[in-house]
Structure formats: C-alpha cells, structure tokens
Antibody
Framework: QVQLVESGGGLVKPGGSLRLSCAASGFTFSDYYISWIRQAPGKGLEWVSYISKSGDSVKDADSVKGRFTISRDNAKKSLYLQMNSLRAEDTAVYYC???????????WGQGTLVIVSS | QSALTQPPSASGSLGQSVTISCTGT?????????VSWYQHHPGKAPKLMIYEVSKRPSGVPDRFSGSKSGNTASLTVSGLQAEDEADYYC?????????FGGGTKLTVL
C-alpha cells in the first residue's frame, strides 16, 4: 500500500536550518509529483512546495521562496525539504503528499512537527 | 496567494445533509476544474475526498459529492454519520500554485 513517512522535525532556533525527509513506498515514486504542505498550530493547511517527477521543476509558495528548497532522490524514493532562515511562523506540522494529477493530493504522510523558538 | 474562503463551522444531525462552501476568484476556483476536498481528523493524515470538482477517489462513500458554480465550490455530505465529524479543506490551483481554504469544522449533532 502507498506509504509516505516524514522525518527530521524538531526544535530549532530562529534563523536556524532543518532538513525534512519523506520516505515513500508502495508506488513508483518517480511517476509522481510530490508536495510539501504544512499546518501551523490551530491554523489551516498551507501549501509549501512541489516538485516534478524528475526533480527538474519546482514551485514554491511565496511565504517560503528563497528560504526553503525542495528536492528528491528517485533512487532512494525520498523527498526532502531544506529549510533555512527559519522563523517562528514556520512552526507547523509538515506533511508530504503525492500529487495524483489535477493538483489533487491523494496520499499524505502523518506529518513531522517543526518548532522554531528560542 | 490568498486563501480560499470557507465557513469556520458547519453542523448537521445524524442522517441529515450538510453543504460546505469554498469561495475563490476567477484566478483559482472559477478558472479551473481542479478543486479538491480533504477530510482531516486531528492527529491523522488528511484524506482526499473529492478531486476535479466532483470526482470521488476509490473507497470514498457516495455520500460525499462536490460541485462548482462560478467562483464557489461546494462539498455536500449526505446521510451524516458520526465519523464524518472532522475538519474539511478545499483546495484549488491558482495558475501553477496551490491554494487551500481556511477549513471548516463539521460537527455531527
């Protein structure tokens, strides 16, 4: 069955960096766009970034542009999110999700919590 | 990238129907047929319920239906069941970006 498992979350100081990972199984990873979405405490879902099947095309939300970098390793069936210059407002549960086409996210991971605080 | 507008809350009794709206603009909801709806029980992974305005993924009960008129999309849940109580989010593309609604907490009375 399709599984996405995020890891790498934790507590980081403002201005710091963190790298999230998402391990995929149960499907042909290289056949799908993959996306990162986050949910701040008590808030709704916010799209962060997505990456094309081969990794040659990415799209980021304005709120993270220039600070976050999405990447993937199809051989390892893994997705990454390098987060730099972190701010308190980046505190959230970060989910990875498979894009089924038509911008629909058909499978999601359980999420990993990132807390940005001094 | 403004969020789509959803009512913060909605409610209905067991067995009744409820409709949740999702209002955007001609640059997102109104301009494309790529509206999706997600069910999110806190602490669990969100689940895709509707994609491309009105299509249901395999395994989603036909009690869930979607529609769109102009810049507003809607999710209708018929025959409400206790397990339908959750947060519901709409999403749409806005060009090549993705935008979500603020979410609606559905309470089953």
């Amino acid at each position: 069955q399709v599984q996405l498992v995020e890891s790498g979350g934790g507590l980081v100081k403002p201005g710091g960096s963190l790298r999230l990972s998402c391990a995929a199984s149960g499907f042909t990873f290289s056949d799908y766009y993959i996306s990162w979405i986050r949910q701040a405490p008590g808030k709704g879902l916010e799209w962060v970034s997505y990456i094309s099947k081969s990794g040659d095309s990415v799209k980021d939300a304005d709120s993270v542009k220039g600070r976050f970098t999405i990447s993937r390793d199809n051989a390892k069936k893994s997705l990454y999110l390098q987060m730099n210059s972190l701010r308190a407002e980046d505190t959230a549960v970060y989910y990875c999700a498979r894009v089924r086409g038509g911008y629909a996210l058909d499978y999601w991971g359980q999420g990993t919590l990132v807390i940005v605080s001094s | 990238q403004s969020a789509l507008t959803q009512p913060p809350s909605a409610s209905g009794s067991l067995g009744q129907s409820v409709t949740i709206s999702c209002t955007g603009t001609s640059s997102d909801v109104g301009g494309y047929d790529y509206v999706s709806w997600y069910q999110h029980h806190p602490g669990k992974a969100p689940k895709l319920m509707i994609y491309e305005v009105s299509k249901r993924p395999s395994g989603v009960p036909d009690r869930f239906s979607g529609s769109k008129s102009g810049n507003t999309a809607s999710l209708t849940v018929s025959g409400l069941q206790a397990e339908d109580e959750a947060d519901y989010y709409c999403s749409s593309n806005a060009g090549s970006n993705l935008v979500f609604g603020g979410g609606t907490k559905l309470t089953v009375l």
